[in-house]
Structures are given as C-alpha cells and as structure tokens.
C-alpha cells in the first residue's frame, strides 16, 4: 500500500516558525480564519494541499426516481474540480475538502446544477493547556424525508433533496488543578441552514457545557460531574424555539484492572417555549465496564429514565486483520443536532483502525488510508439511517453493528443497524408537514456490505449492496429499498485513474405510487495533481 509520502501524488508546504509569522495573511487564510495568536513560532505546522479533478459520464434509466409509467432516461455529465488541506502541527489540526459538483442534464438547462459539498474540522490550542478552540463547517445534500424518492446521488433529480449547510464555533477553558482534579468550561455557537426550510428552519443554537472530574491521581474510584444547557432558536415563526438541560453524575470503580462498576445520576429537561409544553425528570443507571486487553473494550448500562427503561451498550474488538463493534444507545435529540454527528459508518475509518498496528503514526496511517481509497474506489462511507427533516424533539434508539476485513488483495466492510424515532410525549407536535406529521413513530432497519477485490497492483474490484426498510408505524406504510452494484478501478497513471460501475436501485412500497427502480452506469476519470 502506498504512503503519502509519494511526491507524485501530495503537495506539501511546510511553514516553518520564520515564514508563519512572516506571512501571516496566507495562514490566517488557510486556518479558516483562526484568531491571529496562529501567527507566532508555536504554530508551526506541516500542511499538505491535493487539487484534484473528476469527471462523471453517467447514463440512468429513471433519472427522477418515478414509477415506470412516469420514468424518463438521462445522460448527465458531472465536472467534479477539488481540493484538499491538511495541517498538522504541535498546537493546529486542521482537515478540509471542497468538491463542488458541477452537474449537466443533456435533456435540457433546466435541472443543471452546481452542488457544493464542503467539511472542514479545525482544533487549535490558543493558549497552552489552557485555552482551546474547535470549529467546523459542512455543505453536503441530503435527503428530505422518508415518504419521497430516496437517493444518495446528486444525478437523481428527485425533488426530495436540498443542500444543508452546519458551521459551528466551540472556545473552551481546559484547567488541570495538580493531578487531583480537571475543570472544563466550553461554550458552543453553531448555525444550520437549508435551501428547503419546509419542515426544518434555518436556526441558530448557543450551548454551555460545564465538567468537574477527576485527575489522572485517581485510578481506583474515578468520577465526573457535568451540566449542559442548549437553546435551538428557529427562524420560523411557526417553529418554536427549543431549550434541552442535562445534569449528571458519573463514577466507576475498578474490581480489578480489566473490569469496573459504572454508576450514572442525573437529571434532564426538554421543552418548547411554549406554556404547557415540555418533558423531563430525573434518570439513574448502572452497569459495567470491561477492558481485558487493550484491542478490546465493553461497556454495558442499564437503568430508568422519565420515559421508562433505558439501556447502552458499547462493544469493540480488534485484531490484526479485523476490526468489530456493536452498540445501542438511546438519547432525546433533534434532527438538527443530528446533522453534526455523522451517523454513517465511515470506511475510512474502518481502515484506519485496520492500519494502527502496522502504521502507528496517524499522519502516516490516514494519508495511506486516503491513498488507499481513493486507488480502490471504495465508497467513503456505509449505509445509514437517513436523519430526515423535523423540529420535533424526538426519541432515539439506535443499533448498530459493523466489521471490517483487510487482507493482502482483500477488504470486506460491513454494517447493520435499527434506528427507532419516536416524537417526544408531551410536547408540541410536528407543525407543517414532514415525516412525524403522518406518524409519531418512524423505524429504520438496514445494513450494507462492501466487498473490494485487488485484481492487480493498479486494478481493483468492488461488489456492494446496500438495504434499508422505512416504517410508518401509525398509518402502516412500509417502502423496502434495495441497491447493488459492481465497479471496476485502473490506475492510468500514478496520478490518474479510471472506473466503471452499473447500479441497480429498486424501492417496492405498500403505497403504489411510491415503487420505482433505477438502472445506471458511469463512468468516471480522475487526477491528482
């Protein structure tokens, strides 16, 4: 497997203490505008800048997701121009990707496109040990609702997608006192918004997080205190604004040094501002935690919340070709606070704990990582619940499992998962339309497998499949969607590269106009500069 130390395929400038402060405009710029203390001799980082270029020529049977009756053929051509920074430094991590999707429709300018799809993730420590700072910001498309066409390609002109865009600023005060005790004052601004504000308005959130804790002097009995306030503010008027005010307690005590009791105590509060509406109590649990060697860790709860019972679970295994996990978890939540936790398993790091053993760095671990997907065309991410849009504070319980295989011209990755969103009782229910308006209980069972076959040094071969089953449980609608397809990717040139891939999608639903199929075949050119 190829590092990123091939100069063929990676750009790389480094700043060193002189040039930073030297030039202090071009860093400020390409830490998306970081406080100014970035331009002093301790933020000396390594970055590493890849443009690359794509074209996609694809050809679909059913380019709107219709029913056959209805169904219309299309050629469309994609010009996929993109960049990629990275920083690394002793006080600066910094990951951004912009690939904006300029989309051709040859039936026609009507539908033409241009789809910009950012994420950038920044961590800066502005004054040592002390003060830090995280930002974020993505622009990605995403599926509306569960009740339309349901797509994971911008080629599909579906009606049933927009463009959503989350930014998110997080100062935060880190203050060890001695090695008894660690205090943490964070606070949290971040703003969503969407192209389609139907079901979901654009809204800005402001969010306190307050931690006391142990220090590391504790290994026997360690404990944690945390309080969290949010306040969701919505630009609709028929919106409401949410408030959500958590409160816990958290201890473990070690039997031995492989395995500990947990103990949980708290109290929790959720409501519109709106008289009358609103939920909460108090919440308790307990359980285990078990480490027996350090490729493998469990962490089990059990325990009652103002809802009723309440459960975690936490599983993790790794060995030197696999790596497996399995959990469960149940949280009240939004979809706008969703929209921040990616909820799909990413390949990248399934492989990413494939490769700790053998490549311990994480710098070198994740540029052989990005070298490896992108050789083998594998998909960036998994099958996953789709978090469709809604105001509604909701309960979530999710499970999940997943795998991975990585062998010498083998990788097999995998996943399942159940995700159950039920709306919030006791508090105001969905206005407008959207999912929770035709059922207050929404499940989601799926899972998707991906098999990559190394034919050659400069070939590869990737089988996948994806399946997922949507239930409306109040008016007993049930859409069974499911996606296979097959890929081949050649290495050109060492920094150009070639595929081809056919994709079958069929959606067959209780609702007669719902079922559709889709056949289509792309074919795709890429090169890193």
Not at 164 to 173: D, E, G, N, Y
Not at 175 to 185: I, N, P, T, V, Y
Not at 201 to 216: D, E, F, T, V, Y
């Amino acid at each position: 497997m190829a590092t990123a130390h091939s100069g063929a395929r990676r750009r790389r400038a480094t700043t060193d203490r002189g040039a930073a402060c030297r030039n202090p405009i071009r860093l400020l710029s390409l830490s998306f505008a970081l406080p100014a203390v970035i331009c002093c001799p301790a933020w000396a980082a390594t970055w590493d800048i890849v443009p690359t270029f794509r074209v996609n020529e694809t050809y679909t049977d059913n380019v709107s997701l219709r029913p056959d009756a209805a169904k219309q053929a299309e050629w469309v051509t994609q010009l996929v121009p993109g960049m990629s920074v990275t920083a690394t430094g002793r006080r600066l991590r910094l990951n951004a990707n912009y690939t904006p999707q300029l989309t051709y429709y040859a039936g026609g300018e009507a539908a033409n496109q241009v789809y910009h799809r950012l994420t950038a993730a920044a961590n800066a420590e502005l004054a040592e040990r002390l003060l830090f700072l995280d930002a974020g910001a993505t622009v990605d498309q995403y599926n509306i609702s569960l009740q339309g066409p349901v797509t994971t390609s911008n080629v599909n002109t579906t009606g049933n997608r927009s463009t959503a865009r989350t930014l998110f600023v997080s100062p935060s005060l880190l203050r060890d006192f001695g090695s008894a005790l660690r205090a943490e004052a964070r606070y949290t601004y971040s703003v969503w918004n969407s192209s389609s504000g139907a079901s979901l308005s654009n809204s800005q959130a402001n969010r306190i997080q307050l931690r006391l804790a142990n220090g590391p002097a504790y290994k026997l009995l360690t404990w944690e205190l945390a309080y969290s306030r949010e306040l969701i503010n919505y630009e609709s008027d028929l919106q409401p604004d949410t408030d959500t005010e958590l409160a816990t307690a958290r201890t473990r005590y070690l039997i031995t040094p492989s395995l500990g009791l947990l103990a949980r105590l708290g109290y929790e509060d959720y409501h519109y501002h709106i008289v009358g509406s609103g939920a909460g109590g108090s919440a308790w649990g307990a359980g285990v935690e078990w480490t027996p060697t350090p490729r493998t860790s469990l962490t089990a709860l059990a325990g009652r919340r103002f809802y009723g019972d309440t459960y975690l679970l936490d599983f993790r295994h790794r060995t030197r070709l696999t790596a497996w996990s399995a959990g469960y978890n149940e949280e009240i939540t939004t979809a706008r606070t969703l929209f921040f936790v990616p909820a799909t398993t990413s390949t990248s790091d399934y492989l990413n704990t494939l490769l700790s053993s053998r490549i311990p760095d994480p710098a070198l671990r994740k540029a052989a990582v990005d070298d490896f997907v992108s050789r083998t065309g594998l998909p960036p991410d998994l099958s996953a619940p789709i978090n469709f849009y809604t105001t509604q504070l909701f309960l979530l319980k999710r499970w999940q499992a997943s795998l991975g295989l990585l062998g010498v011209r083998n990788a097999l990755i995998g996943g399942i998962f159940r995700d159950s969103r039920e709306a919030l009782p006791g508090v105001l229910p969905q206005t407008g339309g959207g999912d929770f308006a035709v059922s207050d209980t929404v499940i989601q069972t799926g899972g998707s497998l991906v098999w990559n076959h190394q034919i050659s040094a400069r070939s590869a071969l990737n089988v996948g499949a994806t399946y997922s089953r949507n239930e409306f449980l109040n008016t007993g609608r049930l859409d069974k969607l499911g996606t296979g397809g097959v890929g081949l990717t050649h290495q050109l040139k060492p920094r150009v590269s070639g595929s081809l891939s056919y994709r079958r999608r069929k959606n067959d639903s209780n609702l007669d106009t719902a079922d559709y199929k889709e056949n289509s075949v792309t074919a795709s050119l890429q090169v890193r500069f």
